[in-house]
Structures are given as C-alpha cells and as structure tokens.
C-alpha cells in the first residue's frame, strides 16, 4: 500500500483564511488530547465542543505481551513510536522497569505531534515522515528500507493496525510489539452535549481514529443513525472515513490531507466555505422568484 496523503505537509498552524464563524465542531478526541484541536477551532473562529468518546489507559507491567517487549529492549536497533499515547505510555513502562534505551537506538516517530513529545521526554528522534503521518509515511523511511535481521521495536495501542509491522516482517525485520495503552469506549455521555446533538446544535463530528468511530457509535446506540446521517463527519485519513461509511455513517463525510491537527481544521473551513456559498445561492434564487 502507497501512502495516499495529499498536499505539501502542514505546521502547526492554520492558514489566516480559515474562517469557521458559527459552526459548531464536536470533538470527539479522549480528554488529554483535545486540547489543541479545540485551540485551533476557536482560532479560526469557530465552537469547539468536547463529547470525549474514548478513554486511554495504560496497559500494567505484569501484561504477557508488555512483560515480553520489554524484555527484548535491551537488543533494538529501531524503536518507532505510532502516536504521541505511545510516547507517553511506553515511556512510563521502561521507566517503571529501569530500562533506558539503548545508545545507538534509532527512533522513528509518526509525525510531528509524536515528536514534540518525544522531544519533551528527553529522546532525540532519528526521523518524521515527510507529511503523510501514518503507517505508509513511515515505511517510506530511509531507516525502513534496508532491515533485514535488525530489531525493531513497535510502541502503539493495543489491537491497533497490523500493517506497520507485517510490512517490516516481509522485510525480513525481527518485529517487537509493544502494546503499552487500550483504547476504551468512555463509560459516561455528556447528556447537555447530546440533546444540543439531537436538537441539531452540531454542525460537524470530528472522526480522528476507526476505534473512536467505534466508540461513538457504541455510546449513541440507537440514536446514531439519526445524528450521523444529518451531520458531517471531518475523518483524518480515507482509511477513518472508509470506517465510517462501513459502520452506516451516511452523512458528509470530508477527508484531511494529513492526519493533523492543522489539516483537520482546513478541511473544515472548506467545508463551511462550501455550505456559506450554497446558502448564498440559495437565497438568490429565492429573490429571484
């Protein structure tokens, strides 16, 4: 599989055209992680509501799978770290256990977010993909290329996607999964947040992983064929929208160029560009008649 990101790779901020004047933007990110992209949303102008779908839990040291990964540490040549919840989580359980990485290691990060935490935690990061942040971006890697009998370490959620680590496999890479967090549905709805939804108080949903996809579904029941088809869906990547539609999303459904925060709000603004010029049209042609 290609990388199927488009466009030239975005900062962390957003272009000054971006206007989202009155449109109500409900983000469905876990708590820890929504700040950004609401800072972003009343940037440009627009309402930022947080309706947290997930809750994000690191996994114990006494895990099977944890306990195994973390014995092999010692002996990576390459550690990649997925999302920035890799960082934090997979750095708390090497510190719990008193393993530094190894000197020499390379570090491959997802994208720029990843990074910057990586940066925080004190780990200097070998490599970025070049705008197209996920598992495509990185195996496109000069690091990636040439890893035949190397180690490399794989940070990510648990039961996150298994093509990363299939592509090294075929490499002939030796692939160490590190399962260090679960993704869970959340186990409280915001009720205020829900009836202004069901009122049609929300312009658009903000849909950044399938699991979160997922985990709205779950927590809307019966009501989320109602609010989905009549609410558009702002996906951060084809794979998330393709999700989307499986599961009966029959709304709107917009794809960011990249998967960031940055990107996010630009398909939005073009969106709400879009629904400003068909209402313009439509009053025109209501004068005229």
Partial sequence: ????????QLSCRIPMAIDLTGVSVLVTRA????ENLCRLIAVAGGEPVRFPVTEITSLPLGDAAVAAALEQVPAVDIVIFVSPN?????????????????SGVQVLAVGPGTARQLTARGIAVSAVPAGCYNSEGLLQLPQLQQVSGRAVLIASGQG??????????????????????????????DNKVL??????????VVITSASTADHMLALLGEDA??????????????RVADHCRALGCTGP???????????????????????????????EEDSDR
Avoid: K
Wanted: glycine residues 8%.
């Fill in 160 to 189: 996150g996607r298994a093509h990363l680590g299939d592509s090294l496999r075929a490499r002939g890479a030796r692939v160490i999964q590190l399962p260090c967090y679960r993704r869970s549905p959340s186990r409280r709805v």
């Fill in 1 to 8: 599989m290609t990388c199927s990101c488009r466009g030239p």
């Fill in 31 to 34: 708590s820890h992680q929504a």
């Fill in 86 to 102: 890799a960082v934090q989580f997979a750095l708390d359980l090497l510190e719990l256990r008193g393993l530094p990485l190894p």
């Fill in 225 to 238: 064929g109602a609010l989905l088809s009549r609410t558009a869906i702002a996906a951060v990547s084809t």
């Fill in 195 to 204: 009836a202004r939804w069901q009122e049609g108080g929300i312009d658009l």
């Fill in 253 to 283: 459904i917009l794809v960011a160029r990249q998967a960031s925060d940055p990107a996010l709000v630009e398909v939005i603004g073009e969106w709400g560009n879009a629904q400003v010029a068909t209402t313009a049209q439509f009053d």
